[in-house]
């Protein structure tokens, strides 16, 4: 099994930055590409950005490549979601998942959260 768990959200005014965590452990190869996805109240989970380790393509929301950046900590199996300039649109639970995919796969379907098995339980960013 895979546990994820992630870490850094909080309040931050309009503007300030913050960093997400996700923490993997478990079994072993288990999972080959992680994705954070966020979900707004009211709205459905859409994918933010994500990660294929081997190779370290990195994939992103048109609408946020320009202020999110993911990155990826091989040796504590955790990924990073650095977020800048942020806004009171980016307002949301944040959760990442975890996939054993192949690289050619999750380039067309990173951003579909269907197709996620492994999910965290979630950090909530708010900014005002």
């Known amino acids: 099994d895979v546990q994820l768990v992630e870490s850094g959200g909080g309040s931050v005014q309009a503007g300030g930055s913050l960093r997400l965590s996700c923490a993997a452990s478990?079994?072993?190869?288990?999972?080959?590409?992680m994705t954070w996805f966020r979900q707004a109240p009211g709205k459905e989970r859409v994918g933010v950005a994500g990660?294929?380790?081997?190779?370290?393509?990195?994939y992103y929301a048109d609408s946020l490549k320009e202020r999110f950046s993911i990155s990826l900590d091989d040796a504590k199996k955790t990924v990073y979601l650095q977020m800048n300039s942020l806004n009171s649109e980016d307002t949301a639970m944040y959760y990442c998942?975890?996939?054993?995919?192949?690289?050619?796969?999750?380039?067309?379907?990173?951003?579909?959260?269907?197709?996620?098995?492994?999910w965290g339980q979630g950090t909530q960013v708010t900014v005002s």
């Open positions: 990660i294929y380790f081997y190779g370290g393509a990195t």
């Open positions: 478990g079994v072993a190869d288990s999972w080959n590409a």
């Open positions: 998942a975890a996939a054993f995919v192949l690289p050619t796969w999750y380039a067309r379907n990173w951003h579909k959260a269907t197709d996620y098995i492994y």
